[in-house]
Structure formats: C-alpha cells, structure tokens
Nanobody, 123 residues
Framework: QVQLVESGGGSVQSGGSLRLSCAAS??????MGWFRQAPGKEREGVAA???????NYADSVKGRFTISQDNAKNTLSLQMNDLKPEDTAMYYC???????????????????WGQGTQVTVSS
C-alpha cells in the first residue's frame, strides 16, 4: 500500500524558514516532488527530483527553496527559506515509479499524492 505522509508545515512570518518532510512507503519511487495549491488557484509544482538527483524548481522559489532526498529511506525534504506571503498554500508531496528526466514539475507525471500540509506566511 502506497503512503506519502507530509510533516513540517506551520505558520511563520515573512522571511522565516520551514522544513517540510515526506515519508514514502509501499514502493521505491523514481521521482518525488512538492506541489502547492492556494485557495482559488491551480496546483503548481514547486520542486521535484528524480532518484539520480536531477531537480527542477519553480522560478518563484529558486534560490530560496532546496529539495533533497534520502533514497535509502525513501524520504523527501523541502527546506524553505526567506518565505513570503505568496508562498502560503497547502503543500503536497507526490511520487511516482516512472523515471523522468525532464518536466518534473508536471503534476501529470505523478500518480501518488499525500494529504498535504499547510504553510502560512504572514507579512
């Protein structure tokens, strides 16, 4: 049974930091990523990585967010620094067994999703 469990969300002030974690079980995944969805907006890719370390970042988070993975433990992390109010959203962990090298931020690449963790950034 596939499970993706996110943790680490919370409320911070603008300029603060949070670290999200995702524990995956059930399969060995080849791609994993973080997506977010704010109220009234579409889900968007934030950062993603394949098991060989190729990563993609949304332009809006480059230089502020860092994605990392532990393949042995099947875990994924997202270090978020210099958070801004526009980063406020529900953040989802996603994973898939297919191997991709490009377009890792495309949600259609992923068939497994977590329940989400809320990140709120106040100004």
């Amino acid at each position: 049974q596939v499970q993706l469990v996110e943790s680490g969300g919370g409320s911070v002030q603008s300029g603060g930091s949070l670290r999200l974690s995702c524990a995956a079980s059930g399969y060995t995944f080849n791609i994993m990523g973080w997506f977010r969805q704010a109220p009234g907006k579409e889900r968007e890719g934030v950062a993603a990585i394949n098991r060989y370390g190729t990563s993609n970042y949304a332009d809006s988070v480059k230089g502020r967010f860092t994605i990392s993975q532990d393949n042995a433990k099947n875990t994924l992390s997202l270090q978020m620094n210099d958070l801004k109010p526009e980063d406020t959203a529900m953040y989802y962990c996603a994973a898939d067994r297919a191997m991709w090298w490009t377009l890792l931020l495309d949600p259609s690449r992923y068939n497994n999703w977590g329940q989400g963790t809320q990140v709120t950034v106040s100004s």
